[in-house]
């Protein structure tokens, strides 16, 4: 989805949101950060409620483990 489609302001803050939250979790050396970035992108602009609810599908899934193979 592109950013001008979910609608600037809203997909903007939770931007802002991924990126301090990822920030975050690499300061103190902790996992998450791809779990981030796959939900931020499956409910840009939707807000946080919608990304704290989402769960990743089989595809997301094997993203997600491939993701940790190669960040860590």
Known sequence: MR???AGPVDAV???AALIS???QLRA???PGD???WAATA???GR??????????GPEAERALESHGRRVG
């Open 34 to 36: 791809g779990e981030a």
């Open 47 to 56: 807000g946080e409620e919608a990304r704290l609810a989402w769960r990743p």
């Open 42 to 44: 499956a409910t840009l």
């Open 3 to 5: 950013v001008a489609e």
């Open 28 to 30: 103190d050396g902790l």
């Open 13 to 15: 803050t939770d931007l």
């Open 21 to 23: 939250l990822c920030a």
